[in-house]
């Protein structure tokens, strides 16, 4: 992003030993040795940290439905909405779990690829739809998830990530955070 961050990043060494805490926890969950920056911006307010924490948490690692998927969904959102904080951080992730669709594979190029399961596009699809102009969702929206093998819990599960990526976007956009020089240097 063009502009300064708004919110303070709190970096690890300086923050309190409860923020400490969250931010070992999403680095220990994520699978991340770096605090990413989206929760340093909220590292001066501990209340908010631990509740967007829970929540991510609750809705993209935990459940049944595959990250990648849920990170296709919030790559193709953000993009479509301009996040570009959440577009590149939720590319880096997707592209790294969809070199299993093909090592030279760059899932997020090729959302229409038939390389992609057909289940998959069809969730980015409802979803992305569901997260960009929610009042459009009907019962035919949750009928294609029906038909293309995703079960009530699943459904439920995919749709939170509308809720979700909202959430994250509205965050990075407000605090003017840039993404993070550690993530740049993964997709490099």
Not at 28 to 49: A, D, H, I, M, T
Request: hydrophobic share 45%; with cysteine.
């Amino acid at each position: 992003m063009n502009q300064l961050s708004l919110f303070k990043t709190i970096h690890y060494d300086e923050a309190s030993p409860e923020v400490q805490q969250i931010y070992d926890e999403t680095k220990r969950e994520l699978g991340l040795p770096f605090v990413l920056n989206w929760f340093k911006c909220q590292g001066s307010n501990p209340v908010l940290l631990r509740g967007n924490w829970a929540k991510l948490r609750a809705t993209l690692v935990q459940g049944s439905v595959p990250n990648v998927l849920k990170q296709l969904i919030i790559y193709n959102v953000s993009a479509q909405r301009g996040c570009q904080y959440c577009a590149k951080a939720h590319s880096i992730f997707a592209n790294s779990m969809g070199k299993s669709f093909g090592s030279d594979f760059v899932i997020t190029e090729n959302l229409d690829s038939d390389l992609i399961p057909l289940s998959y596009r069809i969730a980015v699809k409802v979803v992305t739809n569901a997260a960009l102009n929610s009042a459009s969702v009907t019962a035919n929206d949750f009928q294609q998830l029906f038909d293309a093998g995703f079960d009530e819990q699943e459904i439920q599960e995919l749709m939170a990530q509308a809720d979700l990526v909202n959430m994250l976007n509205t965050i990075a956009n407000i605090s003017g955070i840039r993404i993070d020089n550690e993530l740049l240097e993964i997709d490099a």
